[in-house]
């Protein structure tokens, strides 16, 4: 399953290469003033910065494509301001372009309120020497809020113009801006609604962005107003996607402005994290462009065969991670003997209601085992929190576990409910099942709210993001004072962090030849029967981290080999 329809490969796939962009800039100014978000340049490109004439841009930005990148074809791009298409002048310019130099396309950007029928008159001539896009810049379909931003027309006009293009044959790519004030989720699901059912044929989409000297910025110096961090865009452009048809590329998540002109907000991930990140969410929780659309969606499979482990119950191995989700011991035995024992689950929940965090469900044996654990108490509630970012093991294990006869729910239909509604509950128990980046979702967490964690992600080799000081510093600040976290890991690094975030920590034994764990609490009257462990060796001990809680894996690792290496100079 493609998460999305990302532009280069379809350009590949359309045109044999990818086209590369000549900016080439016709018009110096935008009919009806300036939008409220939009720069003084009126969006120019940063190769068109210079006063060249239209044919020396396209020669000098053609020169340095084939020098830089190699390009070997490419798409003229009318960008900045918006294109007057009835203007003599600029027909010309636009003429003299394709006569100079070989476009497979050309691409106009205007704006829908600039389309008489004149200009659709001249576009049908251009037309007839090359292929033709115009780029129409929508933004949002919310008529109040294109008020608000000084747009000048309204949604019904952006609705005629893509459809007065396309029924001349124009390729229609529209652009949308996800974030702009006043808006929430259901607006841009709205936009998103709204597009679906017209005909273009690409979009643009990316966050709001303040910058200086717009209208905007002084809006939000004087009273600034939520801006998108890249998780809560991520989270609205993947609902965006999934309401746009299949096959329309999408041709860019993400907008580039210079560090000197941005005001804000400003990320902590590069455009290529970023979209590496939206693909991993999209996979992992199955979901794709489109899907909401279809009346059945096909569920794309975890690319695992179950493994069945010691203790006969059943794992699987992650072709992602690279690992088994368990010890092969027994995935079952784990979950008791690493997890709900040294916990003391059985003991507390006689005389509490207890709120654990499970992070990183997988296939909910950790779950299972503490729902084990308390199911004969019946005085008090266990209420389970568990974080989770892929819903293929959820499914697979659903398809594959097997529930004893002991067991005191059927887990195979648990799943299957967690799968469907995210929560399930019984008389003495309830699990809410949240699905992303654990990084993002114990944001929402409140304070000292957990009387146990269970954390449980693939090992740190492989995915330090979760072992880091500072999402050790967020466990911290969700467990309560007297509570408990327990995990397999006994790696120096890992037991690094946690101390660095507050934790004092002591070993688990979990035997059955199963490696030794840890289990940490803010308090040392809670690790008492259990061996404390002293500081580790310092350089062994060097944590990972990721202060801004959204770098990758790999630049993690690489940071703390960084540091190890410059320790032992
Ligand atoms: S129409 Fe486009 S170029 Fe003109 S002011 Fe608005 S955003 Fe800027």
Redo the contacts with the bound molecule.
Sequence with gaps: MTSFVQYKPWMIERYGEPLFRIPVEIAGS?P????A??AEN??RAQQTQRQDSPLEQAEEAIRFARRRYRAKKFMLYIQ???ADLTDPDQQSILFQCLKKFEFEAVSI?T?PDCLPAEALEFLDTLKKQTEVWVEL?VQTANDDTLKRIL?GHDWGCSKQAILKLAGHNIHVAVHVILGLPGEISKDWKNTADELAKLPISGIKIHNLHVMKGTQLAEQYAATPFPLLNHWEYAEGLMDFLRRIPAEIPVMRITTDTPDDQLIAPHWHLEKGQFLDYVIQQMTCRQISQGDLLKAERTESRISATPVITEDGSVTFFSEDWKEHYHTKTGARLEAGQKFVAPARLKEKIKTQDIRLLDVCFGLGNNSLAAFCATAKTAEHQLEITALEMDKRVVRAAAEHFQTLETDPVDWKTVLSGLLQQSSFSSHHSSISLHWGDARWLIQALKDHSFDIIFHDPFSSQHCPELWTVDFFKQLHRVIKPNGVLLTYSSAAPVRGAMRKAGFLIAETEPGHNMGNGTVASPTQAELSGFSMIERNHERRAIPYRDPYLCATSKAILRQRQETVEARTK
């Excluded at 009806?32 to 939008?35: A, F, L, M, P």
């Design positions: 935008c009806h003033g300036r939008c978000f939009c009126g969006s900045a301001f918006t950007g704006r810049g747009r």
